[in-house]
């Protein structure tokens, strides 16, 4: 894994619209140390799949059996895949492949976790949760991945402000900016140099 100045190989795991998967493809295009090399997709028909076509990168479509039974993993050490990047990516990771990329799987999620966190909060949800509690603030949240949703350590957050009488698809559209804009920014710190944290506020 990531020594020397070779090219460290990232593989990004979606599940839907692949606004986030663009941004990190688009950032890392090009770039010297890190190369984005497949977009893993567990949805046939995701948004996602038409974004990875146009910039050339790969789409390894799975489903669930392969998901757990260890074909993922061996697509991801066929191709010696360095780091994962999970970019609105909804299930659970399995144990082994955790075990096999020990720090090496970040995932973007819609607030400031703790808070609107957890098995099925993702996507939209998240927004209406939070307006629904009267919160003052959002924000996203940068982590690494462990074996439970949303809970492993927190590399990055930046808070943002709610609108009076803002919606969820309004709050939605002012996160999802926010994170196409850090999440590459933070990834490439953290797997460059292993060390991030509130460089970018
Ligand atoms: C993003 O807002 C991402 O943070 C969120 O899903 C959206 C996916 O949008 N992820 C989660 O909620 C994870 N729990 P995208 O497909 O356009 O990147």
């Known amino acids: ?33 890190i190369k984005i090399c497949a977009v893993f997709v567990n949805k046939q028909d995701a948004g996602v799949i038409a974004r990875a076509n146009r910039y050339g990168i790969s789409v390894i479509l799975f489903n669930k059996d392969e998901w757990n039974n260890g074909f993922v993993l061996k697509q991801l050490q066929q191709s010696a895949i360095d780091y994962i990047l999970l970019a609105g990516f ?12 020990p720090d090496h799987i970040l995932n973007i999620h819609p607030s400031l976790l703790p808070k609107y966190g957890g098995k099925g909060m993702y996507g939209i949800r998240v927004h209406e949760a939070v307006l629904k509690s009267g919160e003052k603030m959002s924000g ?11 809970s492993g350590t927190i590399l990055f957050q930046k808070e943002l ?27 490439e710190t953290f797997i460059i140099s292993g060390r991030n944290l509130g460089g970018y506020c």
């Open 1 to 33: 894994m990531n020594s020397g100045s070779k090219l460290i190989n990232v593989a990004l795991f979606s599940s839907g619209n692949g606004t986030n998967a663009e941004a990190l493809i688009q950032y890392f295009e090009n770039h010297t140390r």
């Open 90 to 101: 909804f299930w659970l990771v399995p144990n082994d492949l955790i075990q096999h990329f």
């Open 161 to 187: 402000l709610i609108n009076p009488g803002e919606d969820a698809v309004q709050l939605a559209v002012r996160v999802n900016a926010l994170e196409k804009y850090y999440y590459p920014r933070v990834a």
């Open 140 to 150: 996203i949240t940068i982590h690494l991945v462990n074996e439970d949703y949303d």
